[in-house]
């Protein structure tokens, strides 16, 4: 008897594409993608997510469990969990109310990465026009509520956002996203309405990031934007138009850049070098999952690390911070790869800023994610995609996604000629 494959087992998985269904799914994650701004908590994202997406998007993570299960990427994700739901058990104060919290949360952020791995597999072009959309609104957003609050205060004085981020620097990573899609979209663009459109926005999010003082999301979005271009066009000149738009942005208001140097590093240093030296009780396997930081510095009380990989490495140790490593390591080395063969670096531009904004923010990526949603999960999803549309394998060499005219009529003339020589030959 022949044995039953997946799609036997489990039919209709493979083929899920109810049009009626998938038009909703793309509705409520386009409002989900877009929730930073519409919703007043993060907690009312997580509650949205949870009665709209979770149920309709299971058979679109069976989908993508198939798809990777393959994929050298999406089993270093997949040990990355398990292991931080181990490390829950050692730690300190273990509590099973937290720990259900963090379950339930790592949970939501299979199932999205699993609905975003379904919609940019087989609706890839309804994905970029709601981010499309998304950036486009988002950046009108940015505009008035950079008009209305400096209307009436000084231009250094740091930018407020209200919305369901927790600080300004959520909303610059967030927006920094959003920025490096609006490049890449205003090169690959057609239409030249928007190839003026998207770098405008591109230009406003770019300001919004530079007022919101937020330093080092400024710093990482200026590289990936100048990176990115400099890799799609190919021209070293064309470097030029986003070295200018940050040149012009920094010249026209240069009392922020005063602000940027008179605030200094803050508290960080003294909270890393406290968090260091709690690392070295526990360097192995870390404090566990459902543990938190309490580090008093100067008679204040921090519970962030303000550094993502300081972070991980308290909380998993070495074991936990390896495994978050190599997923860096190997979506950045693979989307670089992508790049080269496809000529699209939009994911490795994306990989370049979440490195950078890590090393100052965004601190635990599966408790309670706010800004990693798009910050982090959203570029190894779209990974994923292309490492599975792509077998798990890249070139090296740059060629292009599809053969050119040219190259098709010369094996076309080349077969023909060695159809005549056989021909005569017998």
């Known amino acids: 008897m022949k044995p039953m494959t997946r799609t036997e087992i489990l039919p209709g998985i493979a083929n899920y594409r109810p049009r009626w269904l ?4 793309v509705l409520a994650y386009g409002i989900f993608l877009a ?3 519409l919703f007043p908590d993060y907690n009312d994202q997580y509650r949205y997510f949870k009665w709209f997406l979770f ?3 299971l058979p679109m993570l069976l989908v993508a469990l198939q798809d990777t299960r393959h994929l050298l990427l999406s089993k270093l994700i997949s040990a990355y969990f398990i292991y931080f739901w181990i490390a829950a058990i050692w730690s300190a104060d273990f509590d099973w109310y937290a720990y259900g919290q963090k379950l339930t949360t790592s949970i939501m952020i299979i199932s999205f990465m699993g609905i975003t791995y379904y919609l940019f597999s087989r609706h890839e072009k309804v994905c970029f ?9 988002s950046s009108v957003y940015a505009a008035y509520e950079l008009i209305l609050y400096y209307s009436n205060r000084e231009i250094n004085v740091r930018l407020y956002m209200p919305g ?3 600080n300004i620097n959520e909303f610059s990573n967030v927006y920094g996203v959003l920025a490096i899609f609006s490049c890449y979209f205003a090169y690959t663009c057609k239409l030249r309405s928007f190839k003026v459109l998207f770098p405008l926005a591109c230009l406003v999010v770019l300001m919004f990031v530079y007022f919101a003082q937020s330093r080092m999301a400024f710093f990482s979005l200026s590289l990936a934007l100048i990176v990115l271009v400099m890799l799609q066009a190919k021209r070293i000149v064309y470097v030029l138009i986003p070295l200018t738009l940050i040149v012009l942005v920094i010249l026209a208001f240069p009392q922020t850049v005063e602000s940027y140097w008179n605030r200094g590093l803050g508290l960080r240093p003294a ?4 968090l260091l030296r709690e690392i070295y009780q526990n360097p192995l396997f ?3 999952l459902t543990a938190k930081p309490v580090l008093d510095i100067k008679s204040h009380i921090f519970e962030t690390a303000h550094n993502t990989y300081l972070h991980t490495l308290w909380q998993g140790g070495i074991v936990g911070f390896g495994f978050f490593i190599a997923i860096l390591g190997l979506a950045t080395y693979k989307a670089w790869q992508l790049g080269r063969a496809t000529g699209n670096f939009l994911i490795f531009a994306l990989l370049l800023f979440t490195i950078g904004v890590m090393f100052t923010g965004v601190d635990r990526l599966i408790d309670r994610p706010r800004d990693q949603w798009h910050l982090f999960w959203l570029p190894l999803a779209m990974l994923l995609v292309e490492l599975a549309r792509h077998g798990g394998g890249l070139s090296h060499t740059t060629h ?4 050119d005219a040219r190259s098709c009529n010369r094996e076309r003339i080349l077969s023909a000629t060695k159809e005549d020589s056989s021909g005569k030959e017998s």
């Not at 998938?22 to 799914?25: C, H, K, N």
């Not at 909270?271 to 406290?274: F, L, P, Q």
Request: proline content about 9%.
């Open 22 to 25: 998938i038009g909703y799914v």
């Open 35 to 37: 929730g930073f701004l």
């Open 55 to 57: 149920v309709p998007g």
């Open 129 to 137: 026009y709601l981010i499309s959309t998304i950036i486009i609104g």
């Open 164 to 166: 369901a981020l927790t």
């Open 271 to 274: 909270i890393w070098a406290e």
């Open 286 to 288: 870390g404090h566990g």
């Open 400 to 403: 292009p996604s599809r053969p």
